[in-house]
């Protein structure tokens, strides 16, 4: 039973919703009242409508199918080049919009901070963009011949006027001998970007594991394997994350194989269906090839969570728990090895932390994957939600947060602007969208889409305890 004053901080934040959506016409009121939920426990899941077209006229922090694809899934992918096919804008407004750090040479052997083009104008849209496109891989493969592999992020133009992105590709990798892969994520189809990351899976399913399959068969794909295997799947590498989650698997005995799309390469993708087990970082974004390996290779997989010390033991003895007792025993030391610097880590920022409060919003997996994180420090969350999450992200949320939280699906610009106002939070950790305008209200914030440009940092670092953190 939720005790009285629980109950009475849920009707006043149930209140303050109803507040908050009176601004609204009625018809957009009722529409966006399915959106925003105050999480009552023992309830199985968020109580608020997700996936679902946002409403016109409003600012939303959505992206588009393109930017799901080329900006999150394929675009990290180190060794490939990664065209968008149509006007300039998307392709513009897209490049090196996050910070997927790679080891490498640009424009030798890696590409992740490169722009390519098809730079669409009036005449292609009349007449396709198909020859265009066959000559453009034909240039780059002169151009950049280290390259080990193409992949075509269409444009809304593309899916309109039809062009057959799929019988270039098949045409331009006969003649190149590398992988090319369309991806028909035009920015019109779906709700958000979500779709995008849907489509871009499909398009590894279809275009990257039957090559995989086939070249197993001949013979061309050699791979040795061991009882040890894992896949990192769904880490971006923003600012270093994969390396950070690499270093820990890696000192626990597992044999990282590949890791994608951060720092990720074809080939590392071509080898994934060989491991063992698939650790998925990001569920919303790659849940769906995970799905697919298991069902066609039987791979099972694993969501985990690398943020904050007490996550990151639980996922370390939950993932060594799927293996032999010699990993069950590397778990216990590497918790052992690192608990010093956790415990001088929390004494140090708790006693100033404790109590304080925190207002979240971001895409992605972070909306719960964090709130342990800042509950370490002694902070409570009392507003989370995504931009473009499923009803399942929700279900996922409910282990997380509090009685009492408020949770917003899609929030518009006013909703949260209205929210924080009568919160009054300590910290916004929300992304660069939103980020101007809490610190114009004098509000602390953090950027949760790419670390304020700060820890963790490339690998070479000396120290790897900074990483085991992420904070």
Known sequence: ???????????????????????????????????????????????????????????????CAYAGSKGVVWGPIKDMIHISHGPVGCGYWSWSGRRNYYIGTTGVDTFGTMHFTSDFQERDIVFGGDKKL????????????????????????????????????RNTSKQIGKPVVPVRCEGFRGVSQSLGHHIANDMVRDWVFTRADKEKKEGKLQFESTPYDVAIIGDYNIGGDAWASRILLEELGLRVVAQWSGDGTINEMLMTPNVKMNLIHCYRSMNYISRHMEEAYGIPWLEYNFFGPTKIAESLREIASKFDSKIQENAEKLIAKYQPTMDAIVAKYRPRLEGKTVAMMVGGLRPRHVVPAFQDLGMKMIGTGYEFAHNDDYKRTTHYIENGTIVYDDVTAYEFEEFVKALKPDLIASGVKEKYVFQKMGLPFRQMHSWDYSEPSDRSSKSSNARFFRW
């Open 1 to 63: 039973m939720t005790p009285p004053e629980n109950q009475n901080i849920i009707e006043e934040r149930k209140e303050l919703i109803k507040e908050v959506l009176s601004a609204y016409p009625e018809k957009a009121a009722k529409k966006r009242e399915k959106h925003l939920n105050v999480y009552e426990e023992g309830k199985s899941d968020c109580g608020v409508k997700s996936n679902i077209k946002s409403l016109p006229g409003v600012m939303t922090a959505r992206g």
């Open 134 to 169: 066959t000559k453009l891989i034909q240039e780059l493969e002169v151009l950049f011949p280290l390259n080990r592999g193409v992949s075509i992020q269409s444009e809304c133009p593309i899916g309109l006027i039809g062009d057959d992105i799929e019988a270039v590709a």
